[in-house]
């Protein structure tokens, strides 16, 4: 306590430091007076007296010296004055100061963007208890070709898991929805989910208003509530306190309020669920599953999901052991379609939310790195300049008595000026950045919208800073303090360091080069991965217009559904400018799939074969631009006849009509009765269907109009927004309760498969570009700087007869030199880096020569063109005044 | 070295503190002069080394110091204790006690134990 109170007054002390010193002064010249006095008054002469009393005193300055260092902090005073003294040698020269905390703060500002991104989708906690708990159950089936995640626990399987197992803490199981909300007037399709009463107890989630869902809503009869989002309850009741005296209507049915979810909770989205509905951004109504005794006994698996929370301590391969122990049981109660063979598979959420998009995260927090590594590199090598310039002054202050600690003090503490600037330049940097990262967002990873400047970032940014300015302060101050005062006497000045000096530089600029050549390449092979994506037949025009419709309960029958989308159809068709018009339930790109069984007649068909199936009008093709390759489109007749046709794409024709005709072929999907064939009447091109990367699988099309929900699409020549308003105004006209679907071009939805590419090969080409920049400017740096070094040599050689093109030759092979060693080096990180970066590529080899071609090409072009401008500054050198300086 | 000087300046401080208890205010060369003489001029103290040690003081809070005139008319600054000034006394006084009991014990020559 004491200490603090005397801790307090001492750096209080720092502050007034003149008046302290004259208080001081007169309290030790009234103390001699005092002493003198007495003397006199012993008989001593007043010099005598005076004399006594300075020797008791035991010197003026040294009590002086002694009282100033208990008043104040000496260890921060004289870092202050290290700082007062750096800050005046900044200042005194601009150019160098604004080089060095530039080329860092872009550095740093960058960093920091892409760790803020890392952060939000890596770091920051989830709004659930304790995640690394969670996981999902899944019951693959070896014998089905569809991936492991896909297959959910049936609702039998489900209760019998949640008796027999003992891994797990709770478990819950829920179905995601869609519902038409009705509100004053119009209608809004939102996503929703059916859950059980364990739903928000797995997740230790609970409600900001209100309860969440109970065992009792789960009771027949008491199901008609609801919890809603805090969004929500934002956009349709204004955040009104007495939300829960309100209610919803939802497919024309009340649901009462009982809870409010806080903000950050929106589970399930779209990057929670391995293979959810996609469009699912955030879901805003959680409703009751309310499971009939007929649905819990269902043993064949359904949409529902199942996320589980594991007891403490308990591993997800204990779990996983578990459960397949349980379901090797509960695969003989199995009967159905689909036969035996359900295994188990316990996958942990996080690895399942956030694992897919880790190695990009990281990646690009490695590439941003190196930018920063290079930005680190040139500070160096411009502090190292700098300090060949002041050896005259660092050696005076050698020679005056400062010790090699205090000289490397001050010089440290130069480099921590600038990288305490250029942190605080960068932080404002890393703000313009994110926001145009976030403009860049390809909506597809998890919370990357959610980034911000928090804490957690600034923090990273401090020690980002402070690490780069030591790092790069480092190699000058040791440099400078190797030279002994012997070499610096006896020289005359900068020439016994400059040797040393420019060993460090050429070492730096060498391993920048090499660090341009890996993300050049990476960004080479992104860019080249992203052309060929955008390259690829997608099969159908990227003009066509499209729009969701998804009829509601009073849409019953097929008959129903058949007469709406006759009408809708019918109606588009008429309207002006209208090429096309057709319906199909799976629309590509649209993050749907549905994969059926079939035999073909004539073929050795194989158990469990399938194929992608869609229901489609006769118009479809011709609406898609998908081309006819074989035989005919349907025709009106066929979408109402008994035997229904079927058209094929190439792919499938390739694999099951390999050696004989197509046409006329027959095929059943029929699972009880395999010969009800289907006549095969026309082979259409292949459709890329999940994404624009995988290759077209065998897909089969029926003709129908009875649809649930459809994807309209519409070709024509007009602009898309004119066209969309009417297709609204249209449906409107039919059903206006019927929720206006989202109207997109085909193009909007490559574009949207594409976007995380787009993201990922502009943000390792901008790093790229930038490291390019940053070490081309580093070697322009070196090259002026050992030309001015080595003016007075180069004068003599031109003296001697060496010509101007010798000279510029000279200069232009060191440059060389140090750029034909960066690249080999850099050709030798890039073999293997590149090899980790072989998932992020498409149809491109990882070592792609024309890449690595050009990669040389360019670095060869720059770094010539950054080298040729010193290069002739050292060919116009004057012999006769290079030979006069010094 | 660093610990002489603590020692040294603890026992200091303590002298100090003792005059000002029994003495009230004095001027820096009053408490040299002083605690000299208190100590039966054994002590040789460097009348320097005694200023910093009242600076610790004062920033401690157990002194504090103001401008005065002394009885021969010349301007002085006056040392007085303050409150803590006076508790921190007795505290220290009876520290110090004990520690010299116990060395003492160890001093004392060993038949008489």
Not at chain 1, 27 to 32: A, K, V
Not at chain 1, 417 to 444: K, M, Q, S, T
Request: glycine share 8%; net charge neutral.
């Amino acid at each position: 306590m004491r200490k603090l109170r005397a801790f307090c007054f001492r750096l209080l002390g720092l502050f007034r430091g003149r008046r302290a010193d004259d208080d001081f002064a007169a309290e030790l010249e009234s103390h001699i007076t005092l002493h003198t006095d007495a003397g006199i008054r012993a008989g001593l002469t007043a010099e005598e007296a005076r004399r006594q009393a300075l020797i008791h005193l035991g010197g003026v300055e040294q009590t002086q010296q002694a009282h100033r260092e208990r008043r104040s902090l000496p260890w921060l005073d004289s870092l202050l004055q290290d700082t007062q003294y750096g800050l005046r040698t900044l200042r005194r020269s601009p150019g160098f100061t604004i080089t060095a905390v530039s080329t860092l703060a872009v550095g740093i500002g960058a960093c920091t963007a892409i760790f803020s991104l890392v952060n939000a989708v890596l770091i920051r906690s989830l709004p659930y208890g304790e995640p690394q708990r969670l996981v999902y159950l899944f019951t693959p089936n070896p014998r089905l070709p569809v991936p492991v995640e896909v297959m959910t626990p049936s609702y039998a399987d489900f209760f019998d898991i949640k008796r027999q197992g003992h891994s797990f803490a709770n478990m819950s199981a829920f179905e995601q929805a869609t519902f038409h909300l009705a509100m004053d007037g119009s209608v809004e399709r939102v996503s929703a989910a059916r859950v059980d009463e364990n739903f928000f107890e797995t997740l230790e989630s609970t409600p900001e208003i209100g309860r969440s869902i109970g065992a009792d809503d789960n009771q027949p009869g008491h199901s008609r509530v609801a919890v809603i989002s805090h969004a929500l309850w934002h956009s349709i009741f204004a955040d009104r306190a007495d939300v829960l005296e309100h209610s919803l209507t939802l497919e024309g049915v009340r649901y009462r309020i009982v809870g409010v979810m806080p903000p950050e909770f929106a589970y399930p989205s779209s990057s929670d669920l391995p293979y959810g509905n996609a469009s699912v951004k955030a879901t805003h109504i959680w409703i009751p599953l309310a499971l009939t005794p007929k649905q819990k006994a269902e043993r064949e698996p359904g949409s529902d999901e199942v996320i589980a929370r594991l007891r403490p301590g308990i591993s997800v391969s204990k779990a996983q052991s578990e459960m397949s122990t349980i379901m090797v049981r509960l695969d003989q109660l199995h009967s159905g379609d689909f036969g035996r063979g359900w295994g188990a598979f316990v996958e942990n959420f996080m690895d399942n939310a956030v694992g897919p998009v880790r190695p990009l995260m990281w990646l690009l927090l490695g590439a941003v790195l190196l930018v920063l590594l290079i930005a680190c590199g040139n500070a160096a090598s411009l502090l190292l300049a700098r300090a060949a310039n002041r050896m005259r002054e660092l050696g005076m202050r050698v020679a005056l008595g400062a010790g090699r600690g205090r000289i490397i003090r001050q010089l440290l503490t130069e480099s921590l000026l600038i990288g305490v600037a250029a942190g605080v330049l960068g932080i404002g940097l890393a703000y313009v950045f994110l926001h145009i990262l976030l403009d860049l967002d390809p909506g597809d990873i998890p919370r990357l919208n959610e980034a911000s400047l928090d804490t957690r970032v600034l923090l990273f940014t401090v020690s980002v800073s402070l690490l780069t300015s030591v790092l790069a302060g480092i190699l000058p101050a040791l440099t400078v303090a190797r030279v002994s005062l012997n070499g610096f006497l006896t020289s005359g000045g900068g020439g016994a360091v400059a040797g040393t000096h420019s060993r460090s530089q050429n070492a730096l600029i060498v391993v920048e080069a090499a660090l341009v050549v890996v993300l050049l390449a990476g960004a080479g092979l992104f860019i080249r991965s992203y052309l060929n994506v955008e390259s690829v037949t997608t099969g159908f025009s990227p003009s066509t217009v499209t729009m969701n419709v998804g009829l509601d309960e009073r849409y019953g029958t097929p008959q129903q559904q058949g007469a709406f989308f006759r009408n809708l159809i019918g109606k588009l068709g008429a309207l002006p400018g209208i090429d096309a018009v057709g319906a199909v339930n799976y629309l590509p790109l649209s993050h749907s799939e549905s994969l059926g069984f079939f035999w073909v007649d004539g073929f050795a068909n194989q158990k469990d074969q399938m194929a992608e199936g869609r229901l489609v009008t006769p118009q479809y093709f011709r609406a898609m631009n998908i081309p006819l390759v074989a035989g005919r489109f349907f025709a009106e007749d066929d979408a109402s006849s008994p035997a229904r046709p079927t058209i094929i794409n190439q792919q499938f024709a390739k694999e099951y009509f390999a050696d004989r005709n197509p046409i006329g072929g027959r095929i059943s999907t029929d699972e009880k009765d395999h010969s009800h064939w289907s006549t095969v009447i026309g082979v259409v091109t292949d459709v890329r269907h999940l994404t624009l990367e995988e290759a077209p699988q065998p897909q089969m099309y029926s003709p129908g109009y009875e649809l649930g929900a459809a994807y309209i699409a519409v070709r024509t020549m007009r602009p898309p927004s004119a066209v969309a308003s009417e297709i609204q105004r249209t449906l409107k006209s039919i059903d206006p309760n019927l929720a206006r679907g989202d109207v997109h071009t085909m193009g909007d939805l490559m574009s949207e498969a594409t976007a995380r590419r787009r993201f990922q090969t502009t943000l390792l080409g901008v790093f790229a570009a930038i490291a390019l920049l940053l070490a081309l400017v580093g070697l322009y740096g070196l090259m002026t700087y050992s030309v001015s070094c080595r003016t007075r040599e180069l004068g003599i050689r031109m003296a001697l007869g060496a010509q101007r093109t010798d000279v510029t030759l000279l200069v232009l092979r060191k440059a060389g030199f140090l750029l034909g060693s960066g690249l080999v080096l850099g050709l030798a990180c890039t073999w293997i880096a590149t090899r980790t970066i072989k998932a992020f590529l498409f149809g491109v080899d990882a070592h792609d020569p024309a890449t690595i071609l050009s990669v040389c090409v360019l670095l060869a072009v720059c770094g010539f063109l950054a080298a040729l401008i010193p290069a002739r500054r050292a060919a116009s050198i004057d012999p006769m005044q290079a030979l006069r300086t010094e | 070295m660093g610990e002489k000087t603590d020692v040294w300046q603890g026992t200091l401080a303590l002298m100090v503190l003792r005059t000002l208890e029994t003495l009230g205010p004095l001027h820096g060369y009053g408490l040299a002069r002083r605690i000299e003489q208190t100590s039966g001029d054994v002590l040789q103290l460097n009348y320097g080394t005694l200023y910093p040690a009242l600076l610790r003081l004062e920033q401690e809070g157990f002194i504090r110091s103001r401008w005065g005139v002394s009885e021969n008319n010349r301007k002085a600054k006056y040392y007085e204790l303050t409150k803590a000034g006076q508790r921190q006394v007795k505290k220290a006084a009876a520290e110090w006690e004990q520690t010299t009991a116990i060395l003492a014990r160890f001093l004392t020559p060993a038949g008489e134990a």
